[in-house]
């Protein structure tokens, strides 16, 4: 594990110690400046936290804060214990819409029937959305967030019927939400919950376990690619789109990294959170409601092989033959290099290097290893491997140049 020096964390100490009760486990205060800082928990366990946040979208360092806070300062347990995915769901809210068969007659004597919404219900926070799914706090044995996930859409289905329909969207609370979060539904004193908000802020965590020092720095829009387009947000062409999401190439991976805002990514990305980066700048808003690469498949449409345009996303796997413990990926089509269909996407390990440990956003093909850049000229280095997506969905979003007819035509 690499852990952070006290020349790093001193200035959080300095600003901080006097407001969490719990920071005196977090900083080495005896023994000198070139002691290592003991973490929260094991490596092992905020990679859970970051897997299990991952899929549901929640932010995995506030999430495992809090849970820090709970387990050493109000002696609930041990943090090595805690299922990540009952504290991620506290930062969730459960969407599902009711649709309804309407048949209309036609003056020609013809029929035709079409899906209505018939109305919409929240289930906010982790017993509401567990109830959902017949689950509870106390009994919860999946430890798999897409696992649950695909739990929570079979049960919509399972109360769907042939002329009554309901879908589910996990979505996330806003950041300005954290707080009251933090002291509603985790039930964190004020000043426990304004120090995790504060920690949080300060990327505690990541810089605590060495993932922020791989972010790039310099003007926000540089690279080894270009600076992003002069867009206008809601109003993008398909060509554009790409051309936002090559102007962070080479940006570096960490599962569980989210940065649905405008401007630079805050931090890593993983694969999901790289195409919400993406379709937030293009668009003002994430594919599903900020959830991981599952929540992404079940709010798209399937497309055909023959339909893909470049923007529509692509999956490795249907969310329902993922293995536990294993995450699926998603990516956004480009078109064709070499007469192979290609991709931009954030990938993990696979994709490394020295300076990108984690894995980075590149250009792939279906098969064999690329460094064209069709979508900013040039070539890039090092190579990316190539990645056998081939599960295609196309986002609920409005290209500029395409109406209504073509959008009909092209799915």
Not at 151 to 157: F, G, R
Not at 273 to 299: M, P, R
Not at 373 to 387: A, D, V, Y
Request: with cysteine; glycine share 12%; charged share 25%.
């Amino acid at each position: 594990m690499k852990h952070a020096k006290w020349g790093i964390i001193s200035f959080f100490a300095g600003v901080l110690i006097f407001i969490l009760p719990f920071l005196a486990l977090m900083f080495f205060i005896a023994g000198g400046g070139g002691e290592p800082v003991p973490v929260p928990a094991t490596e092992a366990k905020a990679f859970e936290y970051q897997y299990a946040c991952s899929e549901l979208g929640a932010p995995w360092d506030i999430v495992m804060l809090a849970d820090v806070i709970r387990a050493y300062s109000e002696k609930e347990g041990e943090i090595e214990d805690y299922n990540p995915i009952i504290t991620g769901l506290e930062f969730c809210k459960l969407k599902e819409e009711k649709y309804i068969l309407v048949t209309h007659e036609n003056d020609d004597g013809t029929s035709d029937s079409e899906w209505e919404l018939d109305g919409v219900k929240y289930y906010e926070a982790a017993d509401a959305i567990l109830a959902y799914a017949g689950q509870d706090k106390e009994t919860l044995s999946y430890r798999d967030a897409s696992q649950f996930i695909v739990l929570l859409q079979n049960t919509a289905e399972k109360k769907s019927s042939s002329n009554v329909k309901y879908e589910v969207t996990l979505e996330n609370y806003l950041e300005t939400e954290y707080e009251v979060i933090l002291e509603q539904y985790i039930g964190l004193e004020e000043a426990d919950m304004k120090g995790v908000v504060e920690l949080y802020e300060a990327r505690y965590l990541p810089q605590l376990y060495g993932y922020d020092e791989f972010i790039p720095t310099g003007p926000v829009w540089s690279g080894n690619t270009g600076e992003m387009p002069d867009i206008v947000v809601g109003d993008v062409t398909r060509q554009e789109l790409l051309e936002v999401a090559a102007s962070i190439m080479d940006w570096p991976y960490l599962l569980g990294g989210k940065s649905a805002r405008p401007g630079a990514p805050t931090g890593a990305l993983d694969c999901s959170g790289y195409v919400d980066w993406v379709y937030y700048q293009c668009f003002g808003k994430t594919i599903a409601g900020g959830g991981g690469s599952i929540a992404q498949f079940y709010n798209t449409d399937p497309i055909s092989e023959g339909e893909l345009l470049p923007g529509d996303l692509v999956f490795l796997h249907d969310p329902k033959d993922v293995p536990a413990g294993r995450y699926n990926h998603v990516g956004i089509y480009i078109g064709e290099i070499g007469g192979q269909k290609a991709w931009i996407h954030c990938g993990g390990s696979g994709y490394k290097y020295d300076a990108r440990p984690n894995g980075r956003v590149g250009i792939s093909v279906y098969s064999g290893s690329n460094d064209i850049n069709p979508i900013l000229g040039g070539k890039f280095s090092p190579p990316m491997n190539g990645c056998k997506f081939k599960y295609y969905r196309r986002a609920r979003v409005q290209f500029a140049g395409e109406g209504e007819e073509d959008d009909e035509d092209a799915s």
